[in-house]
Structures are given as C-alpha cells and as structure tokens.
C-alpha cells in the first residue's frame, strides 16, 4: 500500500473511531445524566440549591472558576469527562443551562454566557469550549462583562476560521460555521482577545479539514486524532491544566 493509501486508511479508521466515540457519550449522557451542581463544591463545601457554596462562593477560593461550554449539538453531559477532572482538582465547574444543546446563534449563546457569569457574579474564570463552543467564548470575551469576568480560554478543535464542509448544509446552525459567513469574518477580524486564547487542535480534524490555528493565541496540536475524541484524552486535560495553573 502507498504512503498516500496508508495516510487514507488511518484517517478513515480514526473518523470511524470519533464518532464512535460521540455515539456513546451521547447515549451516555442522556441516560445517566448528572446534576451540575455537583461540580461547583469540589473542595467538599456544602452546595446549596442555587448551585453555589454557603458562603456565597463557589469551590476552593484558589482555584480559578471553569465555565464549560459545548459544541453544537452537543450540552454539558458531553464535557463530563473534563468537568470530573477539573472538579477533582480543586476547580468549581460551571455549566449553563440555558444553552441547552447549542443551536442557537453564536452572539445569543455567548450573552447567555455573559448573563449567567453576571447571575453568578463569577471573575477570573476561564473557559473551556470544544468546537463551536470556542467561537462562543471568544465572542463572550468580546462582551463588556464576558471581557471583565473572563481571564482567559481554552478552545478545543475550534472552527475558528470555519469550515468548508458548512457549505454543504442546508440548516442555519451549521451553516454558521462556513468560511465566508459574515459574523465568523467579524469574529476573526476582533483579534485582540486572541492573546488570552490557547488553540488545541487534533493532528487530524475530519470537521475542519482547514484546522484550528487561531493567530496570535497559544496553539498547541496534540497527537490525537479526531474531532471529538480529543475531550476524553489525558493529554488534552494536561494541557488545560498547565493553562489553568499558569499566569
């Protein structure tokens, strides 16, 4: 077999393999769902009802506050895998309900965000988004209080510059991510956040054939393989770790 053959074989087992594994934590989190409640008292403070601690705050004060935000199609359940990590470090996980599974425009869903750090009167916190959620938080950071209340993200496999394969969808929640939609050109053009952005990216991304590369962020390609397979892989939680610990 020739090297473009091999090259071929191992990208089609890898995309086979990816949505594999977005099959069963999708399955996974509609059947066992847990209460995100649960992520926002990590250091074993008592939660109450509202999700915060009995102090007012939330988790270890000296852990930074996360706020996890999904793909398209995708809700919290989906990001389980990190907010369990991060939880057991130390960090209060935040979760917006109101985002549901994702599908509404990228400006609605980002002051979504910016309501909810506001309700929760949440500073320093850092996001930590795959896919569309990546476009999410940038345009948070782009907000008067998202810029005030956020320090900083992590975007996994980020559409950042969108993808060719949005052309060929006829339904407005991906068609949001073609290379030539007018809101993603403006979001790319506001680079000044980019700065406080760390880009990761799989070695091979079947839904952004163009890549994540966001100039002027930190980016970082792992190894792994795959659109969604990166959010379950231990190199990927390092890496938002060293984010999370650095200045």
Known sequence: ????????????????????????WQVHGFLFRKDPSAY????????????????GSSGDAGRAPVILIPGVYENWQFLRPLAEALSARGHPVHTVAPLGYNRGRIEKMAALVEQYLMQQDLAGAVVVAHSKGGLIGKQLMLLPEGSR??????????????????????LPSIRAFAPRNRFLRRLQRSSDVNARI??????????????????????????????????????????????LDGP
């Open 1 to 24: 077999m020739s090297g473009r053959g091999r090259r071929w074989l191992t990208q089609a087992r890898a995309w086979a393999a990816d949505y594999a594994y977005v099959g069963y």
């Open 149 to 170: 209340r956020v320090e900083k993200m992590v975007a996994v496999n980020t559409p950042f510059s969108g993808s060719v394969y949005a052309n060929f969808f006829v």
């Open 198 to 243: 760390t880009s990761v990216y799989s070695r091979f991304d079947p839904h952004i054939p163009g890549g994540s590369y966001l100039p002027g962020a930190r980016n970082i390609q792992l190894e792994t393989m795959g659109h969604f397979r990166p959010i379950g892989d231990r190199r990927l939680l390092a890496v938002v770790e060293q984010e």
């Open 40 to 55: 926002l008292a990590p250091s074993g403070g008592a939660s109450t009802g509202d999700g915060s601690t009995g102090d």
